[in-house]
């Protein structure tokens, strides 16, 4: 009687590719200490599962095409090295306003103010999440889990999974004076996840403003939902490390007559990703999501992404994207930009426009604007250029005795002036607007 060998299965190249994708998020996960119970647990799991379905993205990742991943699913960041130039400059401290400090992703209570005003009730997420009912429950993760597609979105949902503190802001009125969230670090290693939950309701209104550095490796969520006439303003001014690599992701859902604005200063780290994911749900509405981002490869390798998806859902609404860079020394950009309108969204005015500025022949800039429109009675438009120093507006500052270094700064100001112009509020603006002299003003001298 002969016996018939039993052949050892065939592992396929795409089932190894697999196992080692489950084995590197099973470790990434391994290192982060999750949080458990609370009104976001179920959350939580729910982010998880859909996190294990993704997977983390690799280089064939078609959102991911144009900036490594590689820093994010590493199981630890990169320690940093203390930079002195790198410490964070004062920024709205002659506002009224009331500040809440973060130290490494951690609410620092004694650094903060008190927690209330008027027309608003905030918490934070530690706190309230020893709780085991609370009305962000309906939001926490919710806009996250939707934004997932048709676009896929693995570090936010890991952030849903991991993320321990941020603030639960509920506005119901118009309080006098903006919320200013304050990052701060301590830890060189740190591996940082925050994650707001902002929720305006009806005709009320609330400006939030963010500033600071966030560890070496940093990871933000907001989830902001608009209810009718409610409005938003969020300007941040991102400051980081030369070496340190982040990533943030915005989902706004805007509701009708609603009005959200964003602004975003990046300047410095190795990598860094900004998605905007707003979803236009009412007629009327409106959505704008700007930024300028400077970037010095002298100081470190700059890579910045922004990467921002529109959907229009309802009639009449008007979104704006405009995002501006300024790159050199072998600085690198990148801007994905999406204006998607649904059936029925008519008379939607959709607009997009990137733009950047090579200081030298080393930096480049990747663009990648897309329309889908399956309205017929909308007027969008988009649009991208490269381009270097007008060297005709060069001369005639030069010739009128200007220094070489500040004819740059003036230009740069000049090109940079479009997106600083979505910030509505005067004071802020010209804030943003020094701050950004400063940096150019160092930058030249060296």
């Not at 990169?78 to 130290?103: G, H, I, Q, W, Y």
């Amino acid at each position: 009687m002969s016996e018939t060998a039993v052949k050892p299965k065939e592992v396929t190249p795409q089932a190894r590719t697999a196992s080692k994708a489950s084995d590197a998020l099973d470790a990434r996960l391994a290192a982060l200490s999750l949080p458990t119970g609370g009104f976001t647990a179920a959350a939580r799991r729910e982010a998880l599962t859909r996190l294990r379905d993704m997977g983390l993205p690799g280089p064939r990742d078609e959102y991911w095409r144009y900036t490594d991943p590689r820093p994010f699913n590493a199981v630890s960041p990169k320690t940093l090295e203390f930079d002195p130039e790198a410490a964070d400059s004062p920024l709205f401290t002659d506002l009224d306003r009331l500040t809440l400090v973060f130290v490494d992703g951690v609410f620092d209570a004694a650094s903060s103010d008190d927690l209330a005003l008027d027309g608003i009730t905030i918490e934070t997420l530690a706190n309230a999440d020893a709780n085991a009912e609370h009305w962000a429950a309906d939001l926490y993760g919710s806009l996250e889990a939707a934004g997932q597609s048709p676009v896929r979105r693995p570090f936010a949902a890991l952030n849903t999974v991991a993320a321990r503190d941020g603030v639960l802001i509920h506005v119901t009125g118009k309080p006098g004076k903006p919320v200013h969230i304050i990052h701060r670090r301590a830890d060189e290693a740190a591996d940082v996840h925050w994650h707001h939950v902002i929720r305006v309701e009806t005709g009320a209104e609330l400006t939030l403003l963010e500033t600071g550095m966030t560890g070496a490796r940093a990871n933000g969520v907001v989830e902001a939902d608009l209810a009718r006439g409610a409005k938003l303003h969020l300007i941040s001014s991102k400051r980081a490390d030369h070496q340190a690599v982040g990533l943030s992701h915005i989902f706004a859902r805007v509701d009708a007559e609603a009005q959200f604005k964003s602004f975003a200063l990046s300047v410095n780290g190795t990598v860094m990703r900004n998605e905007g994911i707003i979803d236009i749900i009412g007629d009327d509405a409106v959505a704008h999501i700007a930024a300028a981002a400077l970037g010095d490869g002298h100081v470190g390798a700059f890579h910045h992404d922004d990467t921002v998806f529109v959907t229009h859902r309802a009639e009449r609404c008007e979104s704006r994207q405009v995002f501006k860079k300024v790159l050199k020394n072998g600085a690198t950009g990148v801007f994905q930009g999406k204006i998607l309108v649904k059936p029925g969204a008519q008379k939607t005015d959709g607009y997009q426009i990137s733009q950047a500025l090579l200081l030298d022949e080393a930096s480049q800039f990747l663009a990648k604007p897309e329309l889908e429109i399956y309205a017929d009675d909308v007027k969008c438009s988009h649009g991208s250029t490269t381009g270097a120093i007008d060297e005709t507006a060069l001369f005639y500052l030069r010739s009128r005795g200007v220094p070489y270094e500040r004819a740059i700064v003036f230009l740069v100001l000049s090109f940079l002036a479009d997106a600083l112009e979505e910030i509505e509020d005067e004071v802020l603006r010209e804030q943003i607007n020094d701050r950004l002299e400063a940096w150019l003003t160092l930058r030249a001298k060296q």
